[in-house]
């Protein structure tokens, strides 16, 4: 395939499946992994009023994101020829990787999914959806 791929990576088991898989089928390509920081999560929604602790949350959160692209790194470091690049960004994960996508010269996008079907999935939603319909250019959506 060749060109850049960008895989939404968070650490968890369906990033971890998406990445490898990835890594497996465009082993020539270049790899940009993203983690997204979504500040609605966590204790940042519930600490916002108080600066400093939103700011600790974001530092904390943007150390552990570091960390768990420095694990995506580790996880295909040795099966792909081209280069790996990781990235933070601020915001809502399916609307920040298709812009992401659309500013970084991007060709492929690799996401995982939940899975989830019924009415779990009508509550949550579901992010790769979103991507695959919003995003500039060809996804792939590993279950």
């Known amino acids: 395939m060749g060109g850049t791929i960008l895989v939404g990576f968070d650490g968890s088991e369906q990033a971890r499946a998406a990445l490898t898989f990835a890594a497996d089928e465009w082993s020539e390509s270049s ?10 999560v966590g204790g940042y929604a519930a600490r916002s009023s108080v600066p400093s602790a939103a700011e600790e949350w ?11 692209l420095q694990d995506g790194v580790d ?10 690049e990781t ?10 990787l298709v812009e992401y ?3 970084h010269d991007i060709d492929h996008v690799v996401v995982g999914s939940h899975g989830r079907t019924g009415v779990s999935r009508l509550l949550l939603g579901s992010n790769a959806e979103r991507i695959v319909r919003r995003s500039p ?3 792939t959506v590993v279950r």
């Not at 295909?76 to 020829?81: E, G, K, L, P, Q």
């Open 58 to 68: 974001y530092e904390e959160t943007r150390a552990e994101a570091e960390a768990t």
């Open 101 to 103: 996508a659309e500013d």
């Open 137 to 139: 250019v060809p996804v």
């Open 87 to 96: 990235d933070t960004a601020v915001g809502k994960p399916a609307k920040t």
């Open 31 to 40: 790899f940009r992994l993203v983690y997204v920081i979504d500040p609605t």
């Open 75 to 84: 996880l295909i470091r040795d099966s792909v020829a081209g280069r790996i």
